[in-house]
């Protein structure tokens, strides 16, 4: 019979669906000596609270995080709120001897994100960010292959984050729902928000980087403020773009948008070696391009591999070979590999020092941003 692992979760939003969705599939697809319990669920209004705990199972309701975050029952807290609120939720939850999950980006720039990684690490409590796209069956394999030395030596990794859900000059900033377009809750736009995934997966796949040149640009100049009612200066970035160096001497180039008409969800990476290249896209999330010029000549070309065998990354865990998983998945695997690192002793990674080194990237992105500089990556 598994343990349980008491969860108290905060938002009940996007990734407060996705989190509760994991926890609650984890234990019937994966042996593992824990199991989550969903114990309470925060929000500020009681109301959508006891709605969302009565709809997706929690056993109880809390309108306060400080209440939360000190509850005897609880042993894990999970972060699902905007970045602002990140830092001062798991510096009292490290107090308080909690496991910490918390969602990405770690903090709302590196010097918030040290503490955080210090007091975790003071505290001694297991701790973990959700950085999910390196747990598509897919990157995971990519990994692999890089891993094993197919590839060779890396010259390029191009990466891109496009959606289009911001052109209209009506939306507001701000509040529920928007506070992506604030930059007092969002700490930055589509770099922190969307960029931080690329950076993460390349650093996990390719290494550090070392330095970058970055340029941002904010298309609509001010909106109208939810909180405020009135028309306010926009302080985030609408679109990022970086090249710069790996440690490993490869070349990035980094471009993140919610400018480029048609795209919803478009995070594509492509890595080329001196042997092979790779190419991955979220919108065909369960396929691996991979072209390898080892192969025999006439029969050399792009192999469109579909990541779906009992041998391929997580996926014996799951239907029979042929059959795809989706988004939600890579969640139930961050849980499942967050579950087996309590019990191997060998945390599930990014864990926030981690996390942390992308953060050092973001910060880099918005000095060069700002100074038109080259700026080198500060080391973790
Ligand atoms: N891993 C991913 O792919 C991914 C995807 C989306 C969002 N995120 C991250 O997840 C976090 C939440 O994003 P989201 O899309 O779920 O946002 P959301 O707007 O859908 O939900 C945010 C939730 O936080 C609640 N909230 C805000 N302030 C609070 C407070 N002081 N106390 C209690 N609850 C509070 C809101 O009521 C809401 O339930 C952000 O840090 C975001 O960057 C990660």
């Given at each position: 019979m ?27 697809f994966f ?31 809390e309108t ?21 609120t ?5 510096l009292?939850a490290?107090a308080?001897g909690?496991?910490?999950?918390c ?5 709302m ?8 990684v ?27 292959l890089i ?26 900033q701000g509040g ?10 969002a700490?930055s ?9 690329c ?22 100049k ?19 773009a970086f ?6 001497g490869?070349?990035?180039t980094?471009?993140?948008t ?29 396929r ?28 014996g ?10 988004y ?5 695997h ?5 579950l087996?690192?309590?019990?191997t ?5 990014p864990d ?6 992308t ?12 100074s038109?500089?080259w700026?080198?990556v500060?080391?973790g």
């Open positions: 598994a343990k349980p692992l008491n969860i108290g979760m905060i938002g009940y939003g996007f990734m407060g669906r996705a989190h509760t969705n994991a926890y609650k599939r984890v234990a019937d042996d593992l000596e824990y199991r989550p319990v969903l114990k309470a669920v925060c929000a500020r209004s009681a109301d959508k609270a006891k709605e969302f705990a009565a709809k997706w199972g929690y056993e109880s309701v306060d995080w400080k209440k939360l975050v000190e509850r005897k029952d609880i042993d894990a807290i999970d972060i699902c709120t905007p970045n602002n990140h830092s001062e939720i798991a009292a490290a308080a909690k496991m910490i999950l969602e990405k980006p770690l903090a720039n590196g010097p918030e994100g040290l503490k955080m210090e007091a975790v690490e003071k505290a001694k409590v297991p701790n973990m960010v959700w950085y999910n796209y390196r747990r598509v069956p897919a990157v995971t394999f990519a990994k692999q891993d094993e030395g197919r590839l060779g030596r890396i010259f390029h990794y191009r990466a891109k984050f496009l959606q289009d859900w911001t052109i209209s000059a009506d939306l507001p529920t729902a928007l506070w992506r377009l604030d930059v007092a809750a700490g736009g589509v770099s922190g928000d969307l960029l931080a995934h950076i993460d997966t390349a650093i996990w796949l390719n290494g550090p980087l070392a330095d970058l040149n970055a340029m941002t640009e904010t298309f609509i001010e909106r109208k403020h939810n909180l405020t009612g009135k028309v306010e200066k926009v302080g985030i970035d609408d679109a990022c090249m710069g160096h790996f440690k490993n490869s070349l990035a980094f471009e993140s919610r400018y480029a008409r048609g795209h919803k969800a478009l995070y594509t990476f492509e890595i080329n070696g001196e042997h092979a290249s790779i190419f991955w896209d979220l919108h065909d999330l369960h691996l391009q991979y072209f390898d010029h080892r192969d025999q000549g006439s029969l050399r070309g792009w192999r469109s591999i579909h990541v779906t065998d009992g041998d391929h990354p997580y996926m865990k799951w239907w029979v070979p042929g059959l795809q998983i989706g939600e998945h890579s969640f139930v961050q849980v499942a590999d967050f087996e690192g309590l019990t002793g060998k945390p599930a990674q926030f020092r981690n996390a942390y080194q953060q050092l990237v973001l910060d880099a992105i918005l000095d060069s941003a700002k038109q500089k700026v080198t500060a080391a």
